[in-house]
């Protein structure tokens, strides 16, 4: 049959698109990994994806994410940077930056023959890189030419200065990066970054001729990696209520040091800040309501009870009932604090 390239194919609208399914698995850390089975291709190709973590854009280290993502592949504290390079090479793999304005990760494309052997190395990337002075320099030299080479360039520059009106530059999509930010980027803060910051809600993306072992193998290594901090959350607020079971405040501290001994942590009592500030209105109409509520209840008769405000009312609660009685949390309030916190 002879292709007849004058004429155009017929145009044809599809009456139906059936997108494969991925099976979703949950590693023990919290991470999710979707896998898609290709059955007839050896190719086998691992994605892991975190949310861009913008924290530091409005900072004078904004470009921190940028060199810790693309600084990954430049050594880690077993293997040199040709060394990986050797090694990825011989077993015909390849590793590969993501990066954009809302995501980025690496990913790891091999064959199902080799990917037993290359995936610990891909895995401690996560984990276990160095961040050479010598490859970081390479690496700040090559980002300053190419910031002036965009500023040069007409389709480039006109880019940016769209995206910088359209957004702001106080915007991801709208910030313009200058020599100057190349220049303060040191390796302390991408080592920083890298053990606090990077991982910020990771997903794992799976493609290949694989079976459930070799997903359990993806998982026994992976699931022991931690998450890094939320999206813009440098800080995390832990709040302690009274007659919790752990051996209060300053033990819980203390066991957090020991676990997580990179994290600064320091207590603060509640009751030492709120005995020293200014009472708001609010406070104010509060003490009275219940001020008068307990006069009055003692004027009536009334014992072994409380006052207290529900729905806006004075009621009165026995003391037996306020100490069985169990709040409980509500999940819609957790659900927005989730949505917040990304």
Do not use: W
Request: aromatic fraction near 8%; proline fraction near 4%.
């Amino acid at each position: 049959m002879t292709l007849d390239r004058t004429q155009a194919p017929d145009f044809k609208i599809p009456e139906t698109i059936t997108h494969t399914r991925p099976v979703k698995r949950i590693l023990a850390n919290g991470v999710p990994l979707f896998y898609i089975r290709t059955p007839h291709i050896d190719a086998v190709k691992i994605e892991v994806i975190t949310t861009a973590n913008n924290g530091l854009l409005m900072t004078d280290k904004a470009l921190v994410p940028f060199f810790t993502l693309h600084m990954l592949i430049e050594g880690t504290k077993s293997l040199k940077s040709e060394q990986m390079d050797h090694f990825f090479d011989h077993y015909a793999s390849e590793v590969d930056v993501v990066s954009n304005f809302e995501q980025s990760g690496l990913s790891l494309l091999t064959t199902k023959k080799h990917y037993s052997q290359v995936l610990p190395l891909f895995r401690s990337l996560f984990t276990e890189a160095v961040f050479p002075e010598k490859e970081l320099a390479k690496r700040k030299s090559q980002k300053e030419l190419s910031i002036s080479l965009s500023r040069e360039q007409n389709g480039a520059r006109a880019n940016q200065l769209y995206r910088k009106g359209l957004f702001g530059k106080d915007h991801p999509y709208g910030f313009i990066a200058e020599e100057a930010d190349v220049r303060r980027i040191e390796r302390e803060d991408l080592d920083h970054f890298y053990r606090n910051g990077f991982l910020v809600n990771p997903e794992i993306f799976v493609t290949g001729n694989l079976e459930d072992a070799d997903l359990d193998e993806i998982e026994e290594l992976f699931e022991a990696i931690e998450r890094g901090e939320k999206a813009g959350k440098l800080s995390n607020i832990i709040v302690v209520a009274e007659g919790e079971e752990l051996g209060g405040v300053y033990d819980l501290a203390k066991f957090t040091k020991m676990k997580y001994p990179k994290y600064d942590i320091r207590v603060t009592v509640l009751g030492h800040i709120q005995r020293g500030g200014a009472p708001t209105c609010a406070d104010r109409v509060l003490a009275s309501r219940l001020g008068v509520a307990a006069v009055e209840g003692l004027m009536n008769g009334k014992s072994l009870v409380m006052a207290g405000i529900r729905s806006n009312k004075v009621v009165y609660t026995s003391f037996e009932e306020a100490i069985v009685k169990q709040n409980i949390i509500n999940k819609e309030l957790i659900r927005i604090s989730e949505i917040l916190a990304r």
